[in-house]
């Protein structure tokens, strides 16, 4: 089993259970070079906010896309665009990646900003 599918297989059992709540979920995506961040409904059809290190908003703001100052910056944007669609608690989804660095940076932003989770 490669990093990958170890991951893929960590994340499927995480989203199992958060299926099972029936909440609201924030999912994290991270590459080399950026990191991502969306919020999906509880039956999972629908994405009600996004943020990235791809946005002009964001870039102007970060110098590079894959630190820890760059995944607090959208967790921050995330938090605003989340509220601004009506939710306030959600369920973190790290997806199978490791809660530490720029995946912890982002919860702790969002969590500052408003997010409930």
Known sequence: MD???????R?????AKIADLNKV???V????N??????????????LASASTLEADVRSDIKYGSNTDAAAVVGKR???KAK?????????????????GRVKALAEA?????LSF
């Open 25 to 27: 979920r924030l999912c």
């Open 34 to 47: 950026h990191i991502y961040a969306q919020v999906i409904s509880a039956e999972g059809d629908k994405v």
């Open 3 to 9: 990093k990958k599918a170890a991951r893929l297989r």
């Open 29 to 32: 995506f991270r590459t080399n």
């Open 78 to 80: 995330i938090a605003e």
């Open 110 to 114: 969002a969590r500052e900003n408003g």
């Open 84 to 100: 601004a669609a009506g939710v306030e608690t959600v369920a973190f989804d790290r997806a199978g990646f490791q809660y530490h």
């Open 11 to 15: 994340a499927r059992k995480t989203r």
